[in-house]
C-alpha cells in the first residue's frame, strides 16, 4: 500500500505536532478534554489518512494543525518553525503560504469566479495580479477546469466546486495540504475521481498530504492509517 510506515525524526519535517493538548470549557463550567497528548509527523511526499468515531477530536486536531486554532499545550511545526509561540499576522502567514486546506464543504466565495477564487490566496500573499492569474489559470488547468476559468461556483457542479478548492488551496506551493472530508459532499464516481486528482497533483508537485475521513476507499490509498480514539492517534491494524 505506501511508503514507508515508521518516519523517523528529521529536522525540517513538513508537519510535526509534540504532545499536543486541546480542552474546551463546557457550559456547565466544566473542561472537556478533546486531545490528550497527540504526536505527529508528516514526512515528504507522504500521505497520512485519520479516521475515528464522529466527535472524537479529528476536525479539531486538523484545525490546530493548519494553525487555525491553537493548543492548550504542546508544539506544532512545519517545515522546523514552531507555530505556537507565533503572533497571529505571523501564524496567518505561515498559515497562507505553506499550508492548503481543503474542507467537505467548498466555501468558495459565490460572487467571485472560479479563478478569482483560486488567485485570491496569492493575492494575500503579496503576487502582483497578473502573476497571481497565471499562477491560478496553470492550476485551474491542472484540475482540468481551463474552460471553466470565468464560472462563478452556481455555474459549477459539485465535483467542479470541489476541484476549485483543491486549486486554491495549490496555488501558493505549500508543502503540506490538509483536507477534511474533501469528498465527503460527493457521490461515489464524483469522490473517486477527486481522489484520484489528489494522489496525482501530489506526485507532481511532490506533497504531504494529512486528510481526515470516513471514506474507506481513500483511507486505504494512504502511506498510514492513524485512528483518533481517546484523545490520541493510535496505529491503524490495517494501516
Known amino acids: ?28 463550567g466544566s473542561e472537556l478534554q478533546v486531545l490528550t497528548g497527540v504526536d505527529l509527523r508528516l514526512a515528504r511526499n507522504e500521505t497520512v489518512a485519520v479516521t475515528g468515531a464522529s466527535g472524537a477530536g479529528k476536525s479539531t486536531l486538523l484545525h490546530i494543525l493548519g494553525g487555525l486554532d491553537r493548543p492548550t499545550e ?21 498559515r497562507n503560504r505553506r499550508i492548503g486546506f481543503v474542507f467537505q464543504f467548498h466555501h468558495l466565495l459565490r460572487e467571485f469566479t472560479a479563478i478569482e477564487n483560486v488567485m485570491m490566496p496569492a493575492l494575500i500573499a503579496g503576487l502582483e495580479e497578473h502573476e497571481a492569474r497565471t499562477k491560478a489559470e496553470h492550476i485551474l488547468a491542472d484540475v482540468g ?55 496525482e497533483l501530489q506526485e507532481r508537485v511532490s506533497l504531504s498530504i494529512l486528510v481526515v475521513t470516513h471514506n474507506l476507499d481513500l483511507a486505504s490509498r494512504a502511506d498510514r492509517i492513524l485512528v483518533m480514539e481517546k484523545g490520541g492517534l493510535q496505529r491503524d491494524a490495517m494501516g
Open 1 to 28: 500500500m505506501g511508503k514507508s510506515s515508521i518516519i523517523t525524526e528529521v529536522p525540517g519535517l513538513p508537519l510535526e505536532a509534540r504532545c499536543v493538548h486541546k480542552s474546551f470549557k463546557g457550559g456547565d
Open 74 to 94: 504542546g508544539e506544532v511545526f512545519v517545515e522546523g518553525t514552531s507555530l505556537t509561540g507565533l503572533e497571529d499576522e505571523a501564524l496567518a502567514a505561515v
Open 145 to 199: 477546469l481551463s474552460e471553466r476559468l470565468r464560472h462563478k461556483p452556481s455555474a459549477l457542479s459539485g465535483g467542479e466546486q470541489q476541484r476549485v478548492a483543491v486549486a486554491r488551496s495549490l496555488v501558493n506551493d505549500p508543502v503540506v495540504l490538509l483536507a477534511d472530508e474533501p469528498s465527503g459532499n460527493l457521490d461515489a464516481d464524483t469522490s473517486t475521481a477527486l481522489h484520484d486528482l489528489l494522489f
